[in-house]
DNA sequence: CCATACAGGACCAAATTGGTACGATTTGGA
DNA sequence: TCCAAATCGTACCAATTTGGTCCTGTATGG
Protein backbone atom coordinates (compact mmCIF):
# COMPACT_ATOMS: atom_id res chain seq x y z
CA UNK A 1 0.00 0.00 0.00
CA UNK A 2 0.66 3.94 0.17
CA UNK A 3 0.63 3.08 -3.94
CA UNK A 4 -0.37 5.46 -6.32
CA UNK A 5 -2.44 5.14 -9.00
CA UNK A 6 -2.01 2.47 -12.05
CA UNK A 7 -2.72 5.72 -14.10
CA UNK A 8 -0.13 7.77 -12.67
CA UNK A 9 2.33 4.73 -13.39
CA UNK A 10 1.16 4.68 -16.84
CA UNK A 11 1.27 8.25 -17.47
CA UNK A 12 5.12 8.03 -16.36
CA UNK A 13 5.96 5.24 -19.02
CA UNK A 14 3.74 7.45 -21.88
CA UNK A 15 6.22 10.72 -20.30
CA UNK A 16 8.88 9.12 -20.98
CA UNK A 17 8.03 8.16 -24.65
CA UNK A 18 7.51 11.07 -25.32
CA UNK A 19 10.69 12.20 -23.40
CA UNK A 20 12.56 9.78 -25.88
CA UNK A 21 12.09 12.37 -28.65
CA UNK A 22 11.36 15.49 -26.93
CA UNK A 23 11.59 17.32 -30.29
CA UNK A 24 9.03 15.97 -32.63
CA UNK A 25 5.19 15.59 -32.38
CA UNK A 26 3.24 12.23 -30.97
CA UNK A 27 0.26 10.93 -31.82
CA UNK A 28 -2.14 9.09 -29.26
CA UNK A 29 -1.73 6.39 -31.30
CA UNK A 30 1.48 6.13 -31.57
CA UNK A 31 2.18 6.69 -27.83
CA UNK A 32 -0.16 3.72 -27.22
CA UNK A 33 1.74 1.35 -29.45
CA UNK A 34 4.82 2.06 -27.94
CA UNK A 35 3.80 1.71 -24.48
CA UNK A 36 1.71 -1.46 -25.06
CA UNK A 37 -1.50 0.26 -23.54
CA UNK A 38 -5.11 0.75 -24.60
CA UNK A 39 -5.33 3.71 -26.98
CA UNK A 40 -8.51 5.15 -25.08
CA UNK A 41 -6.56 5.29 -21.73
CA UNK A 42 -3.27 6.80 -22.93
CA UNK A 43 -5.92 9.37 -25.06
CA UNK A 44 -7.11 10.19 -21.39
CA UNK A 45 -3.53 10.76 -19.53
CA UNK A 46 -2.33 12.99 -22.36
CA UNK A 47 -5.37 15.16 -21.31
CA UNK A 48 -4.57 15.63 -18.19
CA UNK A 49 -1.19 16.06 -19.02
CA UNK A 50 -1.48 18.45 -21.36
CA UNK A 51 -4.57 19.92 -18.57
CA UNK A 52 -1.61 20.28 -16.24
CA UNK A 53 0.53 21.92 -19.03
CA UNK A 54 3.31 19.11 -19.06
CA UNK A 55 2.49 18.91 -22.54
CA UNK A 56 1.35 20.76 -25.20
CA UNK A 57 -1.10 19.45 -28.12
CA UNK A 58 -1.18 19.97 -31.90
CA UNK A 59 -4.78 19.42 -33.11
CA UNK A 60 -5.99 18.08 -36.66
CA UNK A 61 -4.01 15.76 -39.05
CA UNK A 62 -0.59 15.37 -38.60
CA UNK A 63 -1.07 16.90 -34.64
CA UNK A 64 0.32 14.96 -31.80
CA UNK A 65 1.63 15.91 -28.44
CA UNK A 66 5.21 17.44 -26.94
CA UNK A 67 6.63 18.09 -23.94
CA UNK A 68 5.65 21.94 -22.81
CA UNK A 69 9.59 21.26 -20.66
CA UNK A 70 12.97 20.01 -21.25
CA UNK A 71 12.92 16.34 -19.96
CA UNK A 72 15.15 17.88 -17.15
CA UNK A 73 12.90 19.84 -15.91
CA UNK A 74 9.77 17.48 -15.57
CA UNK A 75 9.56 15.82 -12.57
CA UNK A 76 7.80 12.20 -11.25
CA UNK A 77 6.12 14.87 -8.71
CA UNK A 78 5.21 16.72 -11.75
CA UNK A 79 3.60 13.82 -13.50
CA UNK A 80 2.04 12.74 -9.85
CA UNK A 81 0.39 16.21 -9.38
CA UNK A 82 -1.27 15.78 -13.38
CA UNK A 83 -2.64 12.64 -12.83
CA UNK A 84 -3.82 12.35 -9.35
CA UNK A 85 -3.77 15.67 -7.90
CA UNK A 86 -1.72 17.52 -5.12
CA UNK A 87 -0.05 14.68 -3.12
CA UNK A 88 -1.59 14.37 0.32
CA UNK A 89 -1.27 11.14 2.60
CA UNK A 90 -3.84 12.74 4.83
CA UNK A 91 -6.79 14.78 4.34
CA UNK A 92 -5.08 17.41 6.76
CA UNK A 93 -1.95 17.42 5.13
CA UNK A 94 -3.44 20.34 2.98
CA UNK A 95 -6.67 21.14 3.52
CA UNK A 96 -7.37 22.74 6.66
CA UNK A 97 -11.11 22.02 8.00
CA UNK A 98 -11.62 18.73 7.09
CA UNK A 99 -11.02 17.08 10.62
CA UNK A 100 -13.04 18.02 13.51
CA UNK A 101 -10.95 17.90 16.10
CA UNK A 102 -8.51 20.10 14.64
CA UNK A 103 -7.72 22.87 17.05
CA UNK A 104 -6.76 19.81 19.79
CA UNK A 105 -4.64 18.13 17.29
CA UNK A 106 -0.72 19.16 16.99
CA UNK A 107 0.14 16.56 14.46
CA UNK A 108 -1.14 18.57 11.30
CA UNK A 109 2.13 20.14 10.76
CA UNK A 110 4.02 16.98 10.98
CA UNK A 111 1.83 15.13 8.73
CA UNK A 112 2.52 17.78 6.06
CA UNK A 113 6.37 17.42 7.30
CA UNK A 114 6.10 13.53 6.46
CA UNK A 115 4.31 14.96 2.93
CA UNK A 116 7.16 17.55 2.26
CA UNK A 117 9.52 14.55 2.43
CA UNK A 118 7.42 11.99 0.27
CA UNK A 119 7.09 14.77 -2.25
CA UNK A 120 10.87 15.88 -2.57
CA UNK A 121 11.75 12.07 -3.22
CA UNK A 122 9.48 12.26 -6.27
CA UNK A 123 10.68 15.63 -7.15
CA UNK A 124 14.52 14.31 -7.42
CA UNK A 125 13.72 12.26 -10.39
CA UNK A 126 13.19 14.05 -13.77
CA UNK A 127 12.39 12.86 -17.06
CA UNK A 128 15.19 12.73 -18.49
CA UNK A 129 16.57 10.11 -15.94
CA UNK A 130 14.09 7.88 -16.63
CA UNK A 131 14.44 7.99 -19.98
CA UNK A 132 18.25 7.63 -19.94
CA UNK A 133 18.81 3.90 -21.15
CA UNK A 134 18.87 1.72 -18.04
CA UNK A 135 20.67 3.32 -15.90
CA UNK A 136 20.65 1.44 -12.53
CA UNK A 137 21.23 1.99 -9.06
CA UNK A 138 24.71 0.90 -8.25
CA UNK A 139 25.69 3.63 -10.90
CA UNK A 140 24.77 6.54 -9.68
CA UNK A 141 26.99 9.22 -7.92
CA UNK A 142 25.61 8.07 -4.49
CA UNK A 143 26.61 11.52 -3.83
CA UNK A 144 23.56 13.69 -3.60
CA UNK A 145 21.65 12.63 -0.80
CA UNK A 146 17.71 14.03 -1.26
CA UNK A 147 17.74 15.95 1.93
CA UNK A 148 14.92 16.78 3.98
CA UNK A 149 15.14 19.56 6.25
CA UNK A 150 12.12 19.99 8.43
CA UNK A 151 11.92 23.92 8.32
CA UNK A 152 13.01 24.85 4.71
CA UNK A 153 12.82 22.10 2.68
CA UNK A 154 16.28 21.55 0.58
CA UNK A 155 15.97 19.86 -2.85
CA UNK A 156 18.13 18.20 -4.36
CA UNK A 157 17.51 17.09 -8.05
CA UNK A 158 20.10 13.97 -8.46
CA UNK A 159 18.95 10.92 -7.73
CA UNK A 160 18.27 8.79 -10.73
CA UNK A 161 15.17 6.69 -11.45
CA UNK A 162 12.72 5.52 -13.60
CA UNK A 163 9.35 4.60 -14.05
CA UNK A 164 7.42 0.89 -14.32
CA UNK A 165 6.13 -0.55 -17.03
CA UNK A 166 2.42 -1.83 -16.49
CA UNK A 167 1.52 -5.36 -17.44
CA UNK A 168 0.34 -4.08 -20.65
CA UNK A 169 -0.61 -6.01 -23.90
CA UNK B 1 -3.54 11.74 -3.77
CA UNK B 2 -1.07 9.31 -3.22
CA UNK B 3 -2.59 8.98 0.21
CA UNK B 4 -2.88 6.38 2.40
CA UNK B 5 -5.70 4.72 3.50
CA UNK B 6 -8.19 6.48 6.30
CA UNK B 7 -7.49 3.32 8.42
CA UNK B 8 -3.91 3.76 8.48
CA UNK B 9 -4.72 7.62 9.54
CA UNK B 10 -7.18 6.22 12.58
CA UNK B 11 -4.28 3.75 13.73
CA UNK B 12 -2.18 6.08 14.39
CA UNK B 13 -4.17 8.04 16.36
CA UNK B 14 -4.98 4.95 18.31
CA UNK B 15 -1.17 3.69 18.30
CA UNK B 16 -1.29 7.43 20.12
CA UNK B 17 -3.80 7.18 22.42
CA UNK B 18 -1.85 4.09 23.74
CA UNK B 19 1.67 5.37 24.16
CA UNK B 20 -0.09 7.92 26.05
CA UNK B 21 0.37 5.55 28.62
CA UNK B 22 2.07 2.73 27.76
CA UNK B 23 2.45 1.00 30.92
CA UNK B 24 -1.15 0.03 31.62
CA UNK B 25 -3.95 -1.91 29.10
CA UNK B 26 -6.32 -0.37 27.39
CA UNK B 27 -9.73 -1.87 26.11
CA UNK B 28 -11.03 -1.44 22.69
CA UNK B 29 -14.10 0.16 23.78
CA UNK B 30 -12.34 3.03 25.90
CA UNK B 31 -9.74 3.65 22.87
CA UNK B 32 -12.84 4.26 20.68
CA UNK B 33 -14.05 6.18 23.06
CA UNK B 34 -10.58 8.54 23.75
CA UNK B 35 -10.14 8.59 20.03
CA UNK B 36 -14.20 9.23 18.73
CA UNK B 37 -14.08 6.47 16.22
CA UNK B 38 -16.62 3.74 15.77
CA UNK B 39 -15.72 1.15 18.24
CA UNK B 40 -15.96 -1.76 15.60
CA UNK B 41 -13.78 -0.06 13.16
CA UNK B 42 -11.14 0.19 16.14
CA UNK B 43 -11.28 -3.20 17.55
CA UNK B 44 -10.81 -4.15 14.09
CA UNK B 45 -7.40 -1.43 13.60
CA UNK B 46 -6.04 -3.31 17.44
CA UNK B 47 -6.31 -6.58 15.61
CA UNK B 48 -3.78 -5.75 12.85
CA UNK B 49 -1.91 -4.07 14.66
CA UNK B 50 -1.42 -6.75 17.09
CA UNK B 51 -0.92 -9.45 14.14
CA UNK B 52 1.53 -7.61 13.74
CA UNK B 53 3.13 -7.40 16.83
CA UNK B 54 3.05 -4.10 17.81
CA UNK B 55 0.80 -4.25 20.25
CA UNK B 56 -0.03 -7.26 22.01
CA UNK B 57 -3.45 -8.10 23.68
CA UNK B 58 -4.45 -9.83 26.92
CA UNK B 59 -7.63 -11.65 26.70
CA UNK B 60 -10.69 -12.09 29.65
CA UNK B 61 -12.30 -9.25 32.28
CA UNK B 62 -9.53 -6.37 32.57
CA UNK B 63 -8.17 -7.18 29.94
CA UNK B 64 -6.73 -4.93 26.84
CA UNK B 65 -3.84 -3.76 24.43
CA UNK B 66 -0.30 -2.58 25.01
CA UNK B 67 2.47 -1.57 23.40
CA UNK B 68 5.22 -4.65 22.60
CA UNK B 69 7.56 -2.53 22.52
CA UNK B 70 8.99 1.27 23.54
CA UNK B 71 6.94 4.64 21.87
CA UNK B 72 10.16 5.81 20.48
CA UNK B 73 10.90 2.26 19.01
CA UNK B 74 7.46 2.21 16.50
CA UNK B 75 7.43 3.81 13.67
CA UNK B 76 4.64 5.90 11.48
CA UNK B 77 6.16 3.47 9.07
CA UNK B 78 5.49 0.34 11.33
CA UNK B 79 1.82 0.98 11.71
CA UNK B 80 1.61 1.42 8.29
CA UNK B 81 3.05 -1.82 7.09
CA UNK B 82 0.66 -2.84 9.74
CA UNK B 83 -2.71 -1.67 7.95
CA UNK B 84 -1.82 -1.88 4.87
CA UNK B 85 1.18 -4.18 3.92
CA UNK B 86 4.95 -3.74 2.83
CA UNK B 87 4.80 -0.15 1.18
CA UNK B 88 4.49 -0.08 -2.67
CA UNK B 89 4.34 2.68 -4.56
CA UNK B 90 3.91 0.70 -7.73
CA UNK B 91 3.32 -3.42 -7.96
CA UNK B 92 6.97 -3.82 -9.43
CA UNK B 93 8.45 -1.98 -6.84
CA UNK B 94 8.42 -5.32 -4.43
CA UNK B 95 7.41 -8.44 -6.47
CA UNK B 96 8.54 -9.20 -9.31
CA UNK B 97 6.81 -10.70 -12.55
CA UNK B 98 4.33 -8.28 -12.37
CA UNK B 99 5.06 -6.56 -15.30
CA UNK B 100 4.94 -8.15 -18.33
CA UNK B 101 7.90 -6.03 -19.74
CA UNK B 102 9.84 -6.22 -16.89
CA UNK B 103 12.86 -8.17 -18.68
CA UNK B 104 13.15 -4.56 -21.00
CA UNK B 105 12.37 -1.83 -18.24
CA UNK B 106 15.29 -0.48 -16.22
CA UNK B 107 12.64 1.43 -13.89
CA UNK B 108 12.11 -1.27 -11.38
CA UNK B 109 15.56 -0.49 -9.73
CA UNK B 110 14.71 3.42 -9.51
CA UNK B 111 11.13 2.64 -8.32
CA UNK B 112 12.90 0.90 -5.44
CA UNK B 113 15.02 4.30 -4.28
CA UNK B 114 11.63 6.46 -4.35
CA UNK B 115 9.83 3.94 -2.19
CA UNK B 116 12.82 3.64 -0.13
CA UNK B 117 13.12 7.41 0.56
CA UNK B 118 9.61 7.52 1.27
CA UNK B 119 10.01 4.40 3.44
CA UNK B 120 12.38 6.80 5.39
CA UNK B 121 10.39 9.69 5.85
CA UNK B 122 7.27 7.52 7.86
CA UNK B 123 10.31 6.08 9.23
CA UNK B 124 12.19 9.01 10.77
CA UNK B 125 8.90 9.56 12.68
CA UNK B 126 7.86 7.82 16.02
CA UNK B 127 4.97 7.36 18.22
CA UNK B 128 6.48 9.34 20.82
CA UNK B 129 7.11 12.11 18.60
CA UNK B 130 3.35 11.94 18.09
CA UNK B 131 2.23 11.35 21.48
CA UNK B 132 4.61 14.88 22.60
CA UNK B 133 2.13 17.40 23.36
CA UNK B 134 2.17 19.54 20.82
CA UNK B 135 5.43 19.65 19.24
CA UNK B 136 5.53 21.59 16.46
CA UNK B 137 7.69 22.08 13.34
CA UNK B 138 9.13 25.16 14.55
CA UNK B 139 9.97 23.73 17.50
CA UNK B 140 12.13 20.94 16.71
CA UNK B 141 16.41 20.94 16.35
CA UNK B 142 15.83 21.45 12.90
CA UNK B 143 19.60 20.00 12.23
CA UNK B 144 18.89 16.22 11.51
CA UNK B 145 17.37 15.99 8.50
CA UNK B 146 15.85 12.85 6.98
CA UNK B 147 19.11 12.05 4.37
CA UNK B 148 18.22 9.55 1.71
CA UNK B 149 21.45 7.84 0.10
CA UNK B 150 20.46 5.97 -3.23
CA UNK B 151 23.11 2.79 -1.67
CA UNK B 152 23.07 2.16 1.21
CA UNK B 153 19.66 4.03 3.11
CA UNK B 154 21.01 5.50 6.48
CA UNK B 155 18.53 5.98 8.80
CA UNK B 156 17.31 9.28 10.90
CA UNK B 157 14.88 9.43 13.83
CA UNK B 158 14.89 12.58 14.60
CA UNK B 159 12.42 14.57 12.42
CA UNK B 160 8.92 15.43 14.99
CA UNK B 161 5.93 14.51 13.29
CA UNK B 162 2.62 13.52 14.31
CA UNK B 163 -0.67 11.64 12.62
CA UNK B 164 -4.03 13.52 11.62
CA UNK B 165 -7.25 13.04 13.21
CA UNK B 166 -10.43 11.97 10.82
CA UNK B 167 -13.32 13.46 11.32
CA UNK B 168 -15.09 11.52 13.87
CA UNK B 169 -17.62 11.57 16.23
C1' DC C 1 -20.68 -19.50 35.71
C1' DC C 2 -21.28 -15.28 33.79
C1' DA C 3 -19.87 -10.78 32.17
C1' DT C 4 -15.98 -8.88 29.92
C1' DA C 5 -12.79 -8.72 26.35
C1' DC C 6 -10.05 -10.30 22.39
C1' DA C 7 -9.68 -13.56 17.78
C1' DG C 8 -10.91 -14.26 13.42
C1' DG C 9 -13.67 -14.41 9.73
C1' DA C 10 -17.54 -13.51 6.69
C1' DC C 11 -19.95 -10.10 4.83
C1' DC C 12 -21.98 -5.84 2.84
C1' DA C 13 -22.26 -1.09 1.17
C1' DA C 14 -20.11 2.75 -0.54
C1' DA C 15 -16.51 5.10 -2.69
C1' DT C 16 -12.88 5.13 -5.84
C1' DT C 17 -10.65 3.82 -9.94
C1' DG C 18 -9.67 1.97 -14.44
C1' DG C 19 -11.37 1.97 -18.74
C1' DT C 20 -14.61 3.04 -22.78
C1' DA C 21 -17.56 5.65 -25.81
C1' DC C 22 -19.26 9.49 -28.26
C1' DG C 23 -20.06 13.95 -30.21
C1' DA C 24 -17.61 18.33 -31.05
C1' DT C 25 -13.75 20.89 -32.80
C1' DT C 26 -9.57 21.83 -35.22
C1' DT C 27 -6.35 21.32 -39.01
C1' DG C 28 -3.81 19.65 -43.07
C1' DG C 29 -4.06 17.97 -47.55
C1' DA C 30 -6.15 16.04 -51.79
C1' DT D 1 -14.20 22.44 -50.60
C1' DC D 2 -14.43 18.43 -48.25
C1' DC D 3 -12.61 14.57 -45.90
C1' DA D 4 -9.60 12.31 -42.78
C1' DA D 5 -6.68 12.65 -38.87
C1' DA D 6 -6.24 14.27 -34.40
C1' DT D 7 -7.34 16.26 -30.04
C1' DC D 8 -11.17 17.96 -26.44
C1' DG D 9 -14.38 17.19 -23.18
C1' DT D 10 -17.46 14.75 -20.82
C1' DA D 11 -20.40 11.30 -19.57
C1' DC D 12 -20.69 6.73 -18.39
C1' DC D 13 -20.01 1.86 -16.89
C1' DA D 14 -17.68 -1.95 -14.61
C1' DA D 15 -14.60 -3.67 -11.44
C1' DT D 16 -11.88 -3.28 -7.66
C1' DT D 17 -10.88 -1.51 -3.22
C1' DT D 18 -12.06 0.27 1.10
C1' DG D 19 -14.51 1.33 5.22
C1' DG D 20 -17.35 -0.61 8.37
C1' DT D 21 -20.40 -4.15 10.76
C1' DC D 22 -21.59 -8.52 12.69
C1' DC D 23 -21.29 -13.01 14.44
C1' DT D 24 -19.27 -17.01 16.47
C1' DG D 25 -15.58 -18.71 19.23
C1' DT D 26 -12.17 -18.51 23.11
C1' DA D 27 -9.98 -16.90 27.21
C1' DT D 28 -10.13 -14.81 31.91
C1' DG D 29 -11.28 -12.68 36.13
C1' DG D 30 -14.65 -12.05 39.75
Chains 1, 2 share one sequence.
Request: hydrophobic share 45%; with cysteine.
Amino acid sequence: MLKLAKLTDYATVVMTAIAAEPAQLHSAQELADRSHLPAATVSKLLKMLAKARLIEATRGAQGGYRLMRSPESITVADVVDAVEGPIAVTSCSIHAGDCSIESSCGTRANWRLINEAIRQALAAVTLAQIAAPMRRAGTMPAENPITFHPRKAKRNSDAPIPATRPAAD
